[in-house]
């Protein structure tokens, strides 16, 4: 970290008295903008300053982003106070979401974890629609796609109550526990399980010694979006000795519909013993009018916590604007031209925000920015299909499949013949002649292969292909238009990783071990269900490209207020306050409940007008200099009347504007320090080919499922339980028991069988040449799979190291890093992997004197040079690519890379 910036703003009051407390429980309510990263930043800094360990330490924020913008501050603070070196030790405090803490914990110290992925809501639906007959789905309404949605929203429940199967009524406990059969065989977790999984791992008292044992201070931000799986979760870990620190603002909880409880933090110093509570009111964030207004309507909220936010900055010539339109779209044209008023004025685009109360907003907004140029960096795109690239894909996979395609959710159903599939590629792409020829030919030769179910079908690669021919590798990627058309494509091609990855997954044969039951990945059946989610679910469900982010973009944001959450900018425009929007009509309606309705508070789940009182405080509350409120009459030709909130706000007088008042440009408040957060594998990939690192990692394209995919890090996982089997018993496994850790823990998530079988073997002759040539190293196993973290002047370098052994050279306490290598192209990138890991181990204090770079192929160990030159090399090339990246320079490196590269 650079020394930038580290100047530490003096709290007083009961910030500065947050930051010192200790020997007890510590509530912090602190006011919207009042400075709680802050004061959670210097509070951990003084713990570190007190002589606490960074591994005592472990805090928790809402989401990674989040995360990042608290790990920076701290480490700014840190350096500030204690000396740049200090943050090489900080490698063991955990700065994160509680779902990446509880998956890291099941990983670290459940090694059957390992081989287990993530499910997010859209792989989610994927694997539904790929079990629902073994599980019966359709027994909840005889329909799929209503039955998949009515069980995800119970799921859901079930998960964030931590209620019990055995509580729930037929038909949906059985379909539940026969879901979670199949998640168990397919090494699938969902979110809220990787939470409750987590749970059940501290009731084993070694795992709970190794997870509590070094804890003394467990900090938890927006406490009051907790749900109360994640607070059992809490409790357990705040057990004695540890202080629990929980720092939130009941006025801003807002995710009740996830499952959050704002009795969390309403109750929580009668719920916790000895708890020292302290008020942060001063808002050092918006103008005093903005204070003052948000203040007045944050009293219509029942039940909050008594509290009153101060101003601390001076007025501004005009601090809010409440306006309105007679149609939505003379709304988004006023919004649009006062925009480019401020830029005019001397605002950066980057200044500005369009917060919305839901995707419905989006439409008209998005189409007047385009239509004046102004430049957008969307978070939370309205639907991906109403893009003509999306749609042109979802035509494709219905010919593909011989299924009709409807453009939206009631429209009549199209059939596509190839002519007319090729001719809407030819105008969509400005094909002619050969090209379209090609299309053509492309299309048809496709389908033809689909209805012969020869061999695993390639969705990715054929769509990639596919696009070639349409001519998209030469797009100019200078153009913004051309990115946007890139983003869409890409998002596509994610629908079809989900797919593929849930559908080709397979799972262990229960009675042939060692075997698997391969999953589906050919054939026009295949294809038709592929047509069906496209159709049914990603039609509706998924969002549009969000952009690429980078350092240097200058564009407004225009997000829903639920991402906007923690964020803040100088002018911020919340638009379509009307009575059928903010709040939306279905607010408090009854939803139908497969969960018995004694069991959760299904009021939570349903909203209320008081949680949508709370979601427009977070609106108005990220202004920091000015706030515009607006509404309109018309969103189409039926009246509507405007929001209560805005009414709130301006009373009954909201006058109709043909210009609006405009405040005086100010510093938007950033600080400059700016920090790259990057693993070494994307140092690497970004050194093969910048122009691939950008095609996959900013703008989203998904690679090919490749049945040999998984391998490495199966053949990892497998030498991870032989290096722990030894630590344990001061010998080497025999032949018979590695035998039967392949039977139970080598997987591959993509192979068929007879790949499977083929690969399996393969692994198991490398691990027994292993275990057979270096089986007295294992004996010195010091750690397997242990994280580290590199910090450079404003960059972070993340990676694990496979191994790590002690007793290098013969001296105690000296230890040697050795990385697997399966794969003969390897070696070239492993260099600078191993020789940050070395400095970052060494900067931990930790002695590091050697690493190796292990061929599992030749069986041969190959030493890499960790002189200092050489670790200043590596220093000096990580942070030469952080520049680049931050500047936004993509250099393509032809070569022959080119010729196995799915971008």
Known sequence: MGAANTNSPRLIGDAQRAVRHRGSHVQIIACAGSGKTEVVAQRVADLFADGVAPSAVVAFTFTDRAAQALKHRIERRVAKRLGEAFLGQMNGCFIGTIHSYCFRLLQTHVARYENFDVLDEHELSA???????????????????????????????????????????????????????????????????????AAEALDDPRVFAAVHGPLRHLIVDEYQDINPAQEALI????????????????????????????????????????????????????????????????????????????????????????????????????????????????????????????????????????????????????????????????????????HEWRPTTHAVAEAWTLDDLAQAYGERFALKGARQRQVRIRLERWRLEVQAAAGPADLVGGYYALLGDCGVSSWDLRDGQMIARLGTIARCSGILVDFERTHRRPRPDPDAPGEIIGGQDRGEWYFRWLAIYIQNWALGEWEGFDGEETFTMDAVDVTTIHKAKGLEWPVVFVPSLTARRFPPRATGRPMDWLVPENLFDKARYEGSLNDERRLFYVAMTRARDWLSLSTHDRPNT??????????????????????????????????GSDVLSITVSELAEYKTCGLAYRLRRLIGFQPPLAPELGYGKAVHHILRHVAEYTQQHKETPDSRWIKGLFDEEFYLPAANKSAYRQMRDGARRLVDRYV?????????????????????????????????????????????????????????????????????????????????????????????????????????????????????????????ACRGCDV
């Open 235 to 402: 409790t357990c870990l705040a057990m004695s000795p540890v202080q629990l620190c929980v720092v939130g603002d009941d006025d801003q909880a807002i995710y009740q519909w996830r499952g959050s409880d704002v009795a969390n933090i309403v109750s929580f110093a009668r719920r916790y013993p000895g708890v020292a509570s302290f008020t942060i009111t001063t808002n050092r964030r918006s103008r005093p009018a903005i204070v003052k207004a948000a203040n007045r309507f944050a009293k219509t909220i029942e039940g909050r916590l008594e509290k009153e936010m101060q101003a601390h900055r001076d007025a501004g010539f005009i601090e809010i604007n409440c306006w309105r339109q007679s149609t939505e779209e003379e709304e988004a044209q006023r919004i649009t031209l006062t925009i480019a008023a401020l830029a005019a004025k001397g605002f950066r685009y980057r200044d500005i925000a369009v917060l919305v109360r839901s995707s419905a907003s989006y439409e008209r907004l998005l189409a007047a920015f385009a239509a004046y140029g102004i430049p957008v960096q969307p978070g939370g795109r309205t639907g991906l299909f109403h893009e003509a690239d999306a749609q042109l894909f979802g035509r494709t996979f219905a010919y593909l499949a011989g």
């Open 127 to 197: 694997f539904l629609m790929r079990v629902h007959k073994t599980i019966r789905l359709k027994d909840i309404d005889g329909q799929i796609f209503t039955s998949l949605k009515a069980f995800i929203r119970n799921l859901q429940v079930v998960e964030n109550e931590v209620i019990a199967t055995s509580q729930l009524q037929r038909p949906f406990a059985d379909i539940l526990e026969r879901f979670h059969e199949e998640l168990e065989s397919h090494r699938f977790l969902t979110f809220g399980q990787v939470i409750t999984k």
């Open 772 to 896: 057979t040539g270096y089986g007295e190293d294992l004996k010195r196993t010091w750690a397997v799979e242990r994280p580290f973290e590199l910090h450079l002047d404003h960059m972070v370098v993340a990676g694990r190291a496979d191994v790590i052994m002690e007793g290098e050279g013969g001296r105690f306490g000296s230890l040697a890093i050795v990385d697997y290598k399966t794969r003969a192209d390897d070696a070239p990138r492993v260099d600078r992997q191993l020789q940050i890991y070395v400095d970052a181990g060494r900067r931990e204090g930790l002695d590091v004197c050697a690493a190796y770079v292990h061929d599992l192929h030749s069986g041969d160990r190959i030493a890499v040079d960790v002189a200092p030159d050489q670790i200043k090399a590596a220093e000096a090339e990580a942070l030469s690519i952080a520049g680049r990246l931050k500047a936004g320079d993509y250099p393509p490196s032809p070569g022959a």
């Open 638 to 671: 039926q009246k509507v009347a405007p929001s209560p909130f805005i009414h709130d706000i301006a009373g009954e007088a909201l006058e109709y504007c043909e210009e609006i008042a405009l405040p005086c440009v100010t510093e938007a408040g950033h600080d």
